[in-house]
Nanobody, 115 residues
Framework: QVQLVESGGGLVQPGGSLRLSCAASGTIFAFNVMGWYRQAPGKQRELVATITSGGTTTYANAVKGRFTIAKGNAKNTVDLQMNSLKPEDTAVYYC?????????WGQGIQVTVSS
């Protein structure tokens, strides 16, 4: 059974930084794409950033220049460095991994930006 587990969330003041990490277990294959999504209260889940196995990245306009996605050192791991955080970045952040037509999700981790 494939499981993705996020870590690194929490409470941070506006302008601060957080680093999210995600690690997958229970699989022998490498994801084609890994990414981060987020869902704020009352809103739909939205893309934050993705990275392909070849290292190509995409970012939501709202986070460009502030967030950086990178593959971890181990297979099927991905990090999200979040800088210059804003209150509107407050959300539950989800890690995802895609292999072929299959998509896998973590349970999510809370990020709260507040003074």
């Amino acid at each position: 059974q494939v499981q993705l587990v996020e870590s690194g969330g929490g409470l941070v003041q506006p302008g601060g930084s957080l680093r999210l990490s995600c690690a997958a277990s229970g699989t022998i294959f490498a994801f084609n794409v890994m990414g981060w999504y987020r869902q704020a209260p009352g809103k739909q889940r939205e893309l934050v950033a993705t990275i392909t196995s070849g290292g190509t990245t995409t970012y939501a306009n709202a986070v460009k220049g502030r967030f950086t996605i990178a593959k971890g050192n181990a297979k099927n791991t991905v990090d999200l460095q979040m800088n210059s955080l804003k209150p509107e970045d407050t959300a539950v952040y989800y890690c995802s991994g895609n292999y072929g037509r299959s998509a896998y999700w973590g349970q999510g981790i809370q990020v709260t930006v507040s003074s």
